[in-house]
């Protein structure tokens, strides 16, 4: 099933008019699929077809910004390489990018996530029958190079280039530098939402509405990368931090002032999970990590129960503990440990930038 540029397709009864087409090779598998990118007929609304015929999977999908997985699962993961592109489409041959592909329990639904090298794209869909996807007319003379207003890898649409360039220029090059020394506050769960390295897998609810987010590691394999790039991404602003060297488990648990952040492998060993929440979840709540084998968990808990909880037992009074019945083992703290030190100059680092990047003299004379 190849469709061209300009045709127009009927699919589940609604007309669509392709506008470009994408060539996609898993690295993982080596299996080819395409991407169609549409507009509909009426309403030019911007939709995606994607004919997978090595699975026979057919499906539509439209962009969106990041979705809430609950109920999702992940069915697909791996790395997509362009191998060809025609039409209106905002790639070129060669470009990769990690996806993730979610379904909801019925099976029909399904959620996509794409980090590029310039950000994260989501897109919600369901799947279709071959026999929902039929070939109407061919329109070639239809199709403009702005078929959409939509912004994605298929139609970036550029407005008012000049001024949005000027001040971009301005802002990174005068603006940024002062108002990140002004308003950066360590957050870990920021520096996560907001990096291209990670990619939000799910949440998990504790006790008193408290909450803990779970990324994962886009391109990056091992425990120590992450947790170092976290602590670089955070200025160095922790307040402990330390790796697991029992049970053959390398976690490394990061405490802010506010947050509580472990970083671990997954169960299956093959990707690297970060669990971050607010300091009062770590307190009230007793859940299972995400995909965490149980040696994670237990150092999730013992590296919080000797370094967070009694500082927060009087922070947090009013609530209940999650550890009124807890009988583990302290951990062993050695403050000078190789992560701390790390953290210590990234943090020492920071504050020399901080300091030499203010107008006047730098000599003090």
């Known amino acids: 099933m190849v469709f061209s540029v300009g045709d127009v397709l009927s699919i589940e009864d609604k007309e669509y008019r392709v506008v470009g087409k994408i060539t996609y090779r898993n690295s993982e598998d080596n299996c080819y699929w395409d991407e169609y990118r549409m507009v509909a007929v009426v309403g030019g609304k911007e939709a995606w077809l994607s004919i997978d015929e090595t699975y026979n999977e057919y499906s539509i999908s439209w962009m969106c910004y990041k979705p809430d997985l609950t109920g999702y699962h992940v069915v697909d993961r791996g790395r997509e390489i362009v191998m060809s592109r025609m039409g209106n489409v905002d790639v070129d041959s060669g470009e990769a990018a990690y996806f993730t592909e979610y379904e909801d329990s019925t099976e029909e639904k399904i959620i996509s996530e794409e980090v590029w090298s310039d950000g994260a794209e989501y897109s919600y869909g ?211 440990n190789s992560y701390n030190s790390y953290s210590s100059s990234v943090r020492q680092s920071s504050i020399g930038t901080r300091k030499s990047s203010g107008g006047g003299i730098s000599s003090g004379k």
């Open 126 to 336: 369901h799947y279709v029958d071959v026999t929902d996807v039929l070939f109407e007319r061919s329109e070639p003379n239809k199709v403009s190079n702005n078929s959409s207003g939509y912004t994605s890898k298929g139609a970036k649409v550029i407005l008012l280039v000049v001024p949005i360039v000027m001040f971009a220029l301005i802002f990174l090059t005068v603006l940024m530098p002062v108002l990140g020394s002004l308003f950066l506050n360590g957050s870990v769960e920021k520096y996560l939402e907001d990096s291209d390295e990670y990619v939000y897998q799910t949440s998990v609810t504790g006790n008193e509405q408290e909450k803990a987010d779970v990324y994962m590691a886009a391109t990056m394999s091992s425990v120590d990368s992450v947790a170092k790039d976290i602590l670089k991404g955070i200025n160095g602003k922790s307040s402990s931090v330390q790796q697991n060297t029992e049970d053959n488990d390398n976690s490394v648990a990061i405490l802010t002032d506010d947050e509580y952040c472990l970083v671990y492998m997954s169960d299956d060993n093959e990707t690297v999970l970060v669990q971050v929440s607010g300091r009062k979840y770590a307190y009230t709540s007793d859940r299972d990590l995400y995909r965490g084998t149980r040696h994670s968990r237990r150092y999730y808990r013992r590296f919080y129960r000797t370094l967070g909880y009694n500082s927060d037992s009087s922070r947090y009074s009013s609530s209940a503990s999650s550890y009124s019945t807890y009988n583990d083992t302290d951990i062993s703290y050695n403050s000078s």
